[in-house]
Nanobody
Framework: QVQLVESGGGLVQPGGSLRLSCAASGNIFAINAMAWYRQAPGKQRELVAGYTRGGRTNYSDSVKGRFTFSTDNAKNTVYLQMNSLKPEDTAVYYC?????????????WGQGTQVTVSS
């Protein structure tokens, strides 16, 4: 069974930093794409940062220069380093992956991790 397990959320003051992790496990043959999304209360889920295999990493305009997306391919893990956090970054952050497994190609979501930026 394929799982995406996120960690690293929490409460941080404005200007602070957090690092999110997302580890994919299971019978994974290939990772086509992975990304971080977020959803604030009353708002739609939005793309924060992500990459496609063979492509480049993309960031939403609201996080460019503050967030950094990185990968550890050996561990099937992606990270989101979040610096200079703002109250408007408060949201549940979700990991998303486009994976090829023994069941075929499919889209997977993690359970979400809460990030709260507040003084």
């Amino acid at each position: 069974q394929v799982q995406l397990v996120e960690s690293g959320g929490g409460l941080v003051q404005p200007g602070g930093s957090l690092r999110l992790s997302c580890a994919a496990s299971g019978n994974i043959f290939a990772i086509n794409a992975m990304a971080w999304y977020r959803q604030a209360p009353g708002k739609q889920r939005e793309l924060v940062a992500g990459y496609t295999r063979g492509g480049r990493t993309n960031y939403s305009d609201s996080v460019k220069g503050r967030f950094t997306f990185s990968t550890d391919n050996a561990k099937n893990t992606v990270y989101l380093q979040m610096n200079s956090l703002k109250p408007e970054d408060t949201a549940v952050y979700y990991c998303n992956a486009d994976l090829l497994t023994n069941l075929g190609r499919s889209d997977y979501w993690g359970q979400g991790t809460q990030v709260t930026v507040s003084s």
